[in-house]
């Protein structure tokens, strides 16, 4: 753990992102938005309080990309190298989710996988919570504990350097040699500053009856036959943007055409369960043709499925989707509804 | 380079037989062999336009090229149906699980099909005919709609040369004039009287459109077939093949990595798996 003087942040920045493409955090009212830069620039960039409107999937598992041609697979293979700084920790903990069905579950998904090596991810702690943050209900907290190469945690005493992987100990190495040995007091703002935006976001989930240890996944699975499910999806226009919104939603569709050359292309770009032929089959079955049992079947994915296969849920509280939903869906009232109803 | 499985393999079409109005099947002959076992499934695409799965119909020992018999139901299939000899095509697999030919040796394999359903089941039937005497007894019972939906009809007398060694009977929903043989569901030729087995020791696998399958599965359990003792090809919208795309999941299981063919317990607690 190392001690960075706040007047100091952006030279640290611009040296760590120097030869690399850089994704940072602009500001813009009380959002931020994920923006692609040449370098980091102190002026436009910030580390941001709590995360973006775009969910950091996005650049390693693009909305659409060329796949299942080798000029493609090239074109993967000889993209620059990447780093995003200021990822919060909803949105690093989501890629558990990516790396398990694109990396682990074999065959490997090629694109991710260089997309994966090729990013450096910069993490850091949130400082404030939008009103929408839920992560202590989903067992997360609003900094990262693992899954990223360096945390920054951006405190009154200073910036608590942190390298949380191998590589991210080498860029630190080689980048900022000179940093100090974060002090006492620097790690005690640090945790005294965890504690408070972790109190604030634990009484905003409470507030919308989700306590932290609150067993979603049998909220969700013994409320499959129950209403709620229609009474929400009254509201549902089937838009997907809960979907495209989400940090850890990875399911695509595989679509051919053609490229401008005439020549076929496949892409492979980003779905939604919500549509109504997403589960549809050539001949017409289709098990999911209630809107109901489609947004369903998303809360099961999300709190069953994946703490079967995977031990964990697939939903780490950003309130995205929540903002996102056309309907004004919001997946705190839905959980709240299964607790009760289970 | 590392693999991308993606990347279909080309495959040329060397034959087509008609089987019926609307279904036919396709000979292909991949680039390089494409090893599949009975019950595993391929990625079928027509470059540029789309891409559709199908499980191959002709015998798994049979490696530099397969058949695959294909109903014309949609988009893919549209455009394959025009395709002639000499025309390629796209593959990629074999994917997902085969048929457990292990767990049904020195048992009897009861196999039921439903229509274009045989086709994955011709597969099985072919690899059980290659260690035919390994099984206590190998019956078919196999229903269409009409005598002309009837698949492999030039084969179904003598069932490839190999009559003697199975105890067949077929059936149509409609019968026309030619047909002399039995009329009515599948279902009913699985009725005592039409149908002999020892359903407590053996399996039973099951291919059709999802309503026979389920009036099929229903029958079995009367039949006294346990649940783990019935195959049931569950085949989803499998988009990707490989498990990460998401359309095709079966409660804990997605039908291309754990299935397509799954036994019934795997998946009767699971709500609308007939739809």
Request: aromatic share 8%; proline share 6%; charged share 25%.
């Amino acid at each position: 753990m190392l001690k960075l003087d706040k007047g100091r942040l952006g030279d640290f920045l611009q040296t760590l992102c120097r030869g690399r493409a850089v994704y940072a955090l602009e500001q813009d009212g009380d959002q931020y938005h994920l923006v692609r830069a040449e370098a980091w620039d102190p002026e436009r960039h910030v580390l941001g309080a709590y995360r973006p409107v775009e969910p950091l999937k996005s650049l390693v598992f693009p909305p659409r990309e060329r796949v299942g041609a080798p000029a493609a697979l090239a074109e993967a293979e000889g993209a620059a190298e990447s780093i995003v700084v200021g990822a919060k920790n909803c949105d690093v903990s989501a890629l558990r989710i990516h790396d398990f069905v694109l990396r682990e579950t074999a065959p490997a998904d090629p694109y991710y996988a260089l997309a994966r090596e090729k990013t450096l991810i910069v993490s850091c702690d949130c400082t404030d919570a939008r009103e929408v943050c839920f992560c202590p209900a989903v067992g997360e907290q609003p900094y990262v504990k693992e899954g990223s190469d360096i945390n920054l945690a951006a405190t009154p005493e200073g910036i608590l350097v942190e390298a949380l992987s191998r590589r991210g100990a080498d860029l630190l190495r080689r980048a900022a040699p000179g940093l100090p040995p974060a002090d006492e007091a620097l790690a005690a703002a640090r945790d005294a500053q965890r504690a408070r935006v972790g109190e604030l976001v634990r009484e905003r989930a409470a507030s919308r009856g989700l306590k932290r240890d609150a067993d979603l996944r049998k909220a969700v699975r013994g409320t499959e036959e129950h209403g709620l499910w229609d009474e929400f999806a009254e509201d549902c226009v089937e838009c997907g943007a809960c979907n495209l919104a989400c940090c850890t939603c990875h399911c695509f569709l595989l679509a051919d055409g053609r490229d401008a050359d005439g020549r076929p292309a496949r892409l492979r770009q980003w779905d939604s369960c919500l549509y109504l032929n997403f589960a549809r089959v050539a001949g017409g079955a289709n098990p999911r043709r209630r809107r109901a049992a489609r947004l369903y079947n998303r809360f099961d994915k999300k709190f069953n499925f994946f703490p079967e296969v995977l031990g964990r849920y697939a939903c780490d509280g950003c309130g995205r989707c929540a903002e996102a939903c056309t309907g004004r869906i919001d997946i705190r009232d839905v959980l709240k509804r299964a607790l009760d109803a289970a | 380079m590392q693999p991308d499985p993606y990347a279909p393999m080309p495959a040329a079409i060397v034959d087509v037989f008609a089987e019926t109005p609307n279904i036919k099947t396709f000979r292909l002959r991949p680039e390089a062999p494409v090893p599949f076992r009975a019950g595993q499934f391929v990625e079928l695409s027509v470059p540029g336009l789309g891409e559709a799965p199908f499980t191959p119909s002709s015998a798994p020992s049979v490696a530099d090229t397969m058949e695959i018999t294909i109903m014309r139901v949609g988009l893919v299939t549209e455009r394959l149906h025009a395709l002639k000899p000499g025309a390629v095509v796209g593959v990629r697999g074999p994917l997902g699980k085969p048929y457990p030919l292990e767990a049904m040796r020195g048992r009897e394999v009861l196999v039921v099909g439903g229509g274009v359903g045989l086709a994955p089941l011709r597969a099985l039937l072919f690899a059980l005919f290659e260690d035919v005497t390994a099984y206590r007894k190998i019956i078919l019972r196999y229903g269409a709609r009409t005598p002309s939906d009837l698949v492999y009809r030039g084969a179904l007398d003598d069932l490839w040369g190999m009559a003697d060694a199975v105890d067949a009977m077929l059936t149509v929903d409609r019968r026309d004039d030619g047909w002399t043989g039995h009329e009515g569901v599948v279902t009913t030729i699985l009725e005592p009287g039409r149908l002999t087995c020892d359903a407590r020791n053996g399996v039973a696998v099951v291919c059709g459109p999802p309503i026979m399958m389920k009036f099929t599965t229903v029958k079995l359990l009367d039949l006294g077939y346990a649940p783990d003792r019935i195959y049931l090809s569950m085949e989803k919208n499998m988009s990707c093949g490989i498990g990460k795309c998401g359309h095709c999941r079966l409660g804990a299981y997605y039908a291309c990595q754990d299935g397509p063919v799954f036994t019934f317990d795997k998946v009767q607690g699971l709500s609308r798996i007939w739809d």
